[in-house]
């Protein structure tokens, strides 16, 4: 590592989409910062916050890049997991703190929808309208499938003793604590298992890296910091935003907070698929999905007992049970087979756009 420092610390070779990305963000982020700042408009803050966000995780996705060219694939898979879900990570922080518990699940959930319903079937389609048939790798899914489907029983076991009012229901708080350590402890041991070799990352061309680790580390670093303020900016926004566009607590976080929140992962994944590189796409997609449910949501909701606000719990609504048991059970079925046709894309988008309407009115 010490070679790395070395050799050419100040080589900053960058290239042309990446220097307008950085430039863009910057202009981004100092409008967002002006209004805020200046208490404008909700709304137009909102959405400034929101195109912040995403401009700033696609510049976390290429510095992870960067890195990951030099450690290896399995370590950019831990990588992507850890610093691709700062934003989100520090705009459910912030929610939190302000007493939006119920946005903070619904994003969660949301964004386990976004990408194993929307993004997959967007991925589908036109990866298949592009390319035909296309075939990938099903086993690594398999094992993702099963840990998704350990995710849904851990929603599902406090959200049904909780309606029916069963004897632990009245313990719900340890319950949770309890759960999120077990999704935890198995998170890690994914972790140790994708560093013992990915099969859809280690398929996928090494490059040498352009940036010079010093430089990559500091912008990662400037990165995290500035996402920290905007996530505290958006999140000042989102209740007046709400309130002025009249849009309910789930519907905001199932669908607005959770696509702001992945926008550029989820492109990634989409652009994959119509290079027809379906087995990276198809591992970006559903391990975003797996972060997301393993790592992020047990953890948010250990931090919630000492950030001072709103309690998250692993408790959620009947319909945002239902909705994530069919994305799972939807998903699995076409993805199993090794295989894709648009048409399978197609009925995921259909039944994304199904979920997200019926929670409009609340």
């Not at 209004?35 to 709304?43: E, K, R």
């Not at 090494?206 to 995290?224: D, F, R």
């Not at 550029?264 to 990276?280: C, P, R, S, T």
Request: hydrophobic share 60%; proline share 3%; glycine share 8%.
């Amino acid at each position: 590592m010490m070679n790395c420092f070395l050799s050419t610390p100040y080589r900053f070779i960058m290239k042309k989409r990446e220097k307008i990305i950085i430039g863009i963000a910057s202009i981004v982020l100092a409008g967002a910062g002006f209004l805020n700042y200046s208490h404008a408009n909700a709304v137009l803050s909102f959405a400034i916050n929101a195109v912040a966000l995403a401009l700033l995780a696609k510049i976390v996705g290429d510095g992870t890049e960067q890195l990951g060219r030099r450690f290896g694939p399995a370590a950019t898979g831990i990588l992507q997991s850890a610093l691709g879900n700062l934003p989100e990570l520090f705009v459910c922080i912030f929610a939190l703190k302000a007493g939006l518990d119920q946005v903070v699940q619904a994003a969660l959930i949301g964004s386990i929808l976004a990408n194993s319903v929307l993004v997959l079937g967007l991925a589908i389609l036109i990866g298949g309208l592009k390319n035909g048939k296309q075939v990938f790798i099903s086993n690594p899914l398999k094992m993702i499938t099963t840990l998704m489907i350990l995710a849904l029983a851990v929603l599902a076991i406090p959200t049904l003793s909780y309606l029916f009012h069963s004897p632990e229901a009245k313990h719900i708080n340890q319950l949770d604590i309890i759960l999120a350590i077990i999704l935890l402890v198995i998170f890690i041991a994914n972790i140790f298992v994708s560093l013992r070799g990915d099969t859809a990352r280690e398929n996928k061309v090494s490059e040498k890296a352009s940036w010079s680790l010093p430089i990559t580390i500091i912008v990662l670093c400037l990165t995290g910091v500035a996402a920290g303020f905007v996530s505290d900016w958006f999140v000042t926004a989102l209740k007046p935003a709400m309130t002025a566009l009249n849009i309910n607590d789930n519907f905001a976080g199932l669908v607005i907070v959770a696509i702001a929140g992945n926008a550029i992962e989820n492109f990634v994944g989409i652009q994959l698929a119509y290079k027809n590189q379906m087995d990276y796409s198809m591992s970006v997609i559903m391990n975003s999905s797996l972060q997301i449910a393993l790592g992020l949501f047990p953890l948010l909701v250990l931090l919630s007992f000492f950030l001072g606000g709103s309690i998250l719990s692993f408790v959620i609504t009947p319909m945002l049970l239902v909705s994530l048991s069919l994305s799972v059970i939807v998903s699995a079925f076409i993805i199993l087979d090794g295989e894709s046709i648009w048409l399978e894309g197609l009925a995921l988008i259909g039944l994304y756009l199904l979920i997200a309407a019926s929670f409009w009115w609340g």
